[in-house]
């Protein structure tokens, strides 16, 4: 046994060597129109991560000291696969010299030639003219972060690389800290939150790539422990810091209604027992106070920025986000198509305005006509309205499945996991020059992703109807 476990242990560090010469590759050697070398590393490193995790299931230090080292290989790497993150430095510098970033376009600023900031063409070239052409949408935690590496490096594209790098390690030290404490307190098995922390996805997107969906994601699920314990008003100012980061976890508002009027009357179910429900007299004025905390807190996050052209100028982004730009969508491209065959031309436009709205049904549906009363359900629930958001919408950038997947950890549903692994294939459109979507890739994609995520509820649905008849 002793011999064994020793084999295990030897072969365990080979992985770990292994995945330090891959990480070392995919940051600093690969181009991103090289699709074959990436698609090749990313498989073995998720090979990698699951045979590391297998072998290892309880060994949490030696797993957590992994996925540590695989982040700080990619510490003083310039991100190959984005080129968002010259911009985020771009607002920092900016805050820095004491201008709104959200009231003045980068183009402007060069093409006038007098940007404030050091290495403002550097930075211009860096995010390309499409993204020097609109104005920022990063919400003020984020810009927060940009201006600590501003403060830190304002004069060097790499030294603020190496800080923003260094908040999003903290940031997923920081979820494998609650995450890990949540799935305790859930009785669930505590190595489930190696699935989002050793995830080559989230290792190479976010701390590779500089996204701050790792700060949303901590935020997000520190929030959710917090509630989960009964302290609901510091759950919803965290909530409110996720919502400062990236406005995604607005979604996720209606979602905890029943939790306040119908989740359980100590320490929301702290325990597995206790299921007598909340009376509306008692879990309104909480659910409302929930709800005014979130709003407040955001409000007050942003109250620094906040004018006429301010609002004028986010709403612009925003709206063009959902009416002109796409990527990687599933149904969205379905319906693109059908345009094309009816109409004769792209309906993003339409379809942009339309497709929010089934959205805004979805999750009321998922609010009213599904019972989300336990931290179980209620993650449940955010996993399936995150999910259909992201199904309905026209653009969906790999880095967003960050959010399904640290949640689906706390729940049965795997497929956001797959749904790691195979976004990959959406890079494919790197390989043109001109930036070309392969729609075979992309619907390889999704087609893996809507058979799993079918199969996963087709189960579910089973095992309930099994369980009715049982009782």
């Given amino acids: 046994m002793l011999l064994q476990e020793w084999k295990y242990s030897k072969f365990s560090i080979l992985l770990i060597f292994i995945g330090i010469l891959l990480y070392w590759s995919f940051a600093y050697q690969l181009e991103r129109t090289d699709f074959i070398q990436m698609i090749s590393l990313w498989t073995v490193l998720f090979f990698v991560s699951y045979r590391i995790i297998q072998l290892n299931p309880n060994n949490w230090k030696f797993l957590a000291s992994a996925a540590l080292v695989f982040r700080i290989i990619f510490l003083f790497a310039t991100p190959n696969l984005s080129q968002d993150f010259y911009r985020f430095i771009w607002d920092g510098r900016m805050l820095l010299e004491g201008l709104n970033p959200y009231l003045s376009l980068p183009e402007v600023w060069i093409a006038n030639g007098n940007a404030p900031i050091a290495q403002a063409q550097e930075l ?38 190496i800080v923003l790098r260094s908040i999003i390690i903290l940031a997923d030290i920081g979820t494998f800290f609650f995450g890990r404490k949540l799935l305790k307190s859930l009785h669930l098995p505590e190595n489930r939150i190696f699935w989002y922390i050793l995830n080559p996805f989230i290792i190479i997107e976010l701390t590779g790539n500089l996204h701050f969906e790792a700060v949303m994601v901590f935020f997000i699920i520190w929030s959710l422990y917090l509630l989960h314990k009964g302290y609901w008003y510091w759950a919803a100012i ?55 905390i979130v709003l407040i807190t955001v409000l007050i996050t942003f109250a620094p920025f906040l004018s006429e052209a301010f609002f004028h100028n986010f709403k612009r982004t925003i709206t063009l986000w959902f009416q002109s730009f796409e990527f990687n969508a599933s149904i969205f491209f379905i319906i693109r198509w059908i345009g094309y065959q009816i109409v004769g031309w792209n309906v993003i436009e339409t379809a942009g305005k339309i497709l929010p709205l089934v959205t805004i049904f979805i999750l009321l549906g998922l609010t009213f006509f599904r019972k989300n009363r336990t931290t179980p359900q209620l993650i449940s629930a955010m996993v399936l309205g995150i999910c259909s958001y992201y199904f309905l919408s026209t653009t969906v950038h790999p880095w967003y499945i960050a959010v399904p997947l ?60 099994s369980k009715v008849l049982q009782y």
């Fill in 124 to 161: 211009y070239n860096g995010m390309g003219q499409l993204n020097g052409s609109h104005y920022t949408n990063y919400p003020p935690v984020s810009q927060f972060c940009y201006f600590i590496a501003a403060l830190l490096a304002s004069k060097s594209i790499w030294g603020s690389a």
């Fill in 406 to 465: 640290s949640l689906c950890i706390f729940t049965n549903y795997k497929f956001p996991i797959v749904w790691s692994f195979v976004v990959i294939l959406s890079y494919t459109a790197y390989i043109h020059p001109n930036f070309e979507e392969n729609l075979w890739m992309v619907g390889l994609e999704y087609l893996i992703v809507f058979i799993v995520f079918g199969w996963e509820v087709y189960k579910r649905s089973e095992n309930t109807k």
């Fill in 238 to 292: 965290i909530l409110a810091l996720s919502v400062s980061v990236k406005l995604i976890p607005l979604l996720f508002l209606p979602l905890f209604f029943q939790k306040f009027i119908f989740g359980q009357r100590k320490g929301f179910d702290t325990t597995p027992i206790g299921r007598q429900e909340l009376s509306l007299k008692l879990g309104l004025p909480k659910l409302i106070g929930f709800y005014s």
